[in-house]
């Protein structure tokens, strides 16, 4: 089983809100991470936790706040977005190995009024 | 540093025809591993293949098969007897170590492979 869920799939939320996108994965992985895919470009990397601690920070803003609680979820919390953050936001798991496959969610379509 | 090319931005084919999505590749490590996705319209990228440095044998699974020269650090993808459902954007990413267990993929800009019935 490669599977990666993530909800909502759909979100649209006002430049005032707070919202969270979550992300589980079953596969006994324990890296998991967060991309933006704007329209016609390739997925850009956020975050990446490994065993649960955050190991990269791509320079995002402080807006995107990612936890993860355990090491089957991922989640990140929104607040205060500008409407250049709507895309599409990927989740992704992996063995904790650098040489590892990199398995995908179906994403959240992000709209920010 | 390590970059991936995806030359072709677009290609339309009609249905039954072969199709080469060309991926050239940058990178001064010995040891790496090269991958492609599939992106359908719905969004997901789904796993295609991971090939790592040291295997430069062909792979062929059903009608995709895979050619890695290192010689000319290329990674092109064949669609033998393209069909309507082939359609999709096609990514090939090169990995490369993000320290603590973590991986960072480098990806082309994709190209978008359209197939006409």
């Known amino acids: 089983d490669t599977e990666v869920t993530q909800t909502p799939k759909h979100l649209v939320m006002g430049m005032t809100n707070k919202k969270s996108l979550k992300c589980e994965q079953h596969?006994?992985?324990?890296?998991m991470y967060w991309y933006k895919q704007k329209a016609k470009k390739p997925p850009e990397l956020m975050f990446v936790y490994s065993y649960e601690k955050l190991s990269i920070n791509e320079s995002v803003p402080s807006r995107f706040s990612p936890e993860c609680p355990n090491s089957s979820l991922l989640n990140l919390h929104l607040h205060a977005l500008q409407p250049e953050d709507s895309a599409l936001y990927l989740c992704a798991s992996s063995q904790a190995a650098e040489t590892d496959t990199q398995y995908f969610g179906p994403g959240t379509r992000l709209t920010v009024l | 540093a390590q970059k991936v090319t995806q030359a072709q931005t677009e290609i339309s084919v009609v249905e039954k025809e072969d199709v080469t999505l060309d991926c050239v590749y940058e990178?001064?490590?010995?040891?790496?591993?090269l991958f492609w996705y599939k992106q359908p319209p719905s969004g997901e990228l789904v796993f295609l293949i991971r090939?790592?440095?040291?295997?430069?044998q062909n792979e062929i699974s059903g009608r995709y098969s895979w050619n890695f020269q290192k010689s000319t650090s290329s990674f092109n993808f064949t669609i033998t007897a393209s069909q309507v459902v082939d359609s999709a954007v096609y990514f090939c990413a090169l990995s490369e170590a993000g320290g603590q267990g973590a991986q960072k993929l480098v990806f082309g800009q994709g190209t978008r492979l359209t197939i006409n019935p």
């Open positions: 990178t001064r490590d010995t040891t790496y591993y």
């Open positions: 596969m006994g992985h324990r890296a």
């Open positions: 090939r790592n440095s040291f295997d430069e």
